[in-house]
């Protein structure tokens, strides 16, 4: 015959780890419980993404002030079209504000950097930010130097007439 004492034991602990699991779940989420946040949405085109997915941040100086809602193919350009999700506590970005892809550290990830501009016309949702910079390749750039584009600076001074030394010589010129 069990006693009691061992069946609420067991039954507690189960409550106990399954409080904790949800508690690690909620924890490594936005805490939305599902629902949608206070946001408005803005507009943004790319030549190119990179590494930018859905649900990655967006800062403005560091500090995390929206996310990315979705990411579509404008399929007369063939652009990258971002819809970016903004706090409603920052709705008066100015309208000159520009944006770009940053990625953290060396191979951190992805997000949109946003740089508020002068301009006194406040952004309104929905609209475009016009002024932005296409995420950069770091394996296309390093691709570009190895194989064709790094020249040493002896070869690329040549190119443009310039020699190494610009001392005056005694040989004279014909």
Not at 1 to 24: D, K, T
Not at 37 to 66: C, E, M, W
């Amino acid at each position: 015959m069990r006693s009691p004492r061992i069946e609420f034991a067991v039954g507690a602990f189960l409550l106990l780890a399954l409080a904790s699991v949800l508690v690690l779940a909620l924890a490594s989420t936005n805490r939305n419980w599902g629902f949608g946040s206070d946001s408005y949405q803005l507009k943004a085109r790319f030549t190119s993404i990179g590494a930018l997915r859905p649900n990655a941040p967006i800062k403005i100086a560091g500090v995390a002030v929206g996310k990315v809602a979705d990411i579509q193919v404008d399929p007369v350009k063939y652009d990258s079209v971002v819809t970016l999700a903004i706090d409603s506590k920052y709705k008066d970005l100015p309208g000159d504000t520009s944006a770009g892809i940053f990625t953290n550290g060396l191979l951190g990830e992805s997000y949109i950097g946003l740089s508020p501009g002068g301009d006194p016309e406040p952004l309104k949702p929905g609209d475009e930010i016009f002024l932005t910079q296409p995420a950069v390749d770091l394996i296309q750039l390093v691709g570009k130097y190895m194989f064709s584009g790094g020249k040493p600076a002896d070869a690329a001074a040549s190119d443009t007439g310039e020699t190494e030394s610009s001392a005056p010589t005694d040989e004279k010129q014909p």
